[in-house]
């Protein structure tokens, strides 16, 4: 099969001084506070601060993925790897989600409706074979995060090309990002290609710069 040309164009500059300052964050352990906090009756992690706009969080590198040039991937560990056209992508049965999310940086947002493919539609294409454990992630932008196969396929996992009934925006990850609501946003990968099964773990972009591996806001679990 030929290679295709999968390079697109982006804006902007990765922001040196803004990776170089979360990555401080982390090694002061900044913004811990370890308050106990329990899901099942409090809404807000601790530590978050609640807003109601939704700011932009990337590297400063915004690609401009066009609709044609667009494709999904999933391969690695699996029986059938999947390679999604847009229009692929959007025959797909669709689900719709309403969720929180929780940036690391401190705030969080309530009842984000998304609409796209649940994450364990598409793996369950993909067959995954018996000692897949993990999922690597690698996005347009070249960013890179990593969490358990296990995580993915949760039920409130999704492959969003919608937000409040409108296609999600290219500074948000359009045409479509992962949305993963119950680890700390930078766990949801914008402008997402390719998803690879793997044995071991393969830390990202961020769990090599001193985030967590895991990521859960309910145990703070920002810095590892
Ligand atoms: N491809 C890509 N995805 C990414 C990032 C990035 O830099 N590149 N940043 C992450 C971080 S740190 C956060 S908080 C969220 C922010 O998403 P938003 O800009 O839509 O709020 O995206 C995550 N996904
Ligand atoms: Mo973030």
């Keep these: ?104 940086t401190q705030w969080s947002r309530y009842n984000n409706h998304w609409q796209g493919v649940r994450a364990k539609d598409l793996i369950a294409m993909a067959r995954p074979k018996e000692e897949a454990r993990f999922v690597s992630f690698t996005s347009y932008d070249g960013y890179t995060t990593n969490v358990p196969l296990s995580e993915f396929v949760a039920d409130e996992v999704l492959l969003a090309h919608s937000w409040e009934g409108a296609p999600l925006t290219r500074q948000h990850g359009g045409p479509v990002r992962v949305v993963l609501p119950r680890l700390y946003f930078w766990k949801s990968p914008k402008w997402v290609t390719r998803i690879e099964l793997l044995r071991d773990d393969r830390p990202g972009f961020w769990e090599v710069r001193g985030y967590h591996n895991n990521g859960d806001p309910w145990a703070e679990e920002r810095y590892g």
Excluded at 43 to 60: E, F, I, N, S
Aim: proline share 10%; aromatic share 4%; charged share 30%.
């Design 1 to 104: 099969m030929a290679e295709e040309d999968e390079t697109v164009p982006v804006t902007g500059r990765i922001r040196d001084k803004l990776v170089e300052t979360k990555q401080a964050w982390a090694r002061d352990g900044r913004l811990l506070t370890g308050t106990q906090l329990d899901p099942s009756r409090d809404r807000l992690p601790p530590g978050q601060t609640l807003v109601k706009d939704w700011p932009v969080l990337d590297l400063g590198v915004q690609p401009d993925v066009s609709p044609d040039k667009w494709r999904l991937r999933v391969e690695g560990l699996v029986q059938a790897p999947v390679r999604l056209t847009l229009p692929e992508f959007m025959a797909l049965p669709q689900t719709e989600l309403v969720n929180d999310i929780h940036c690391v």
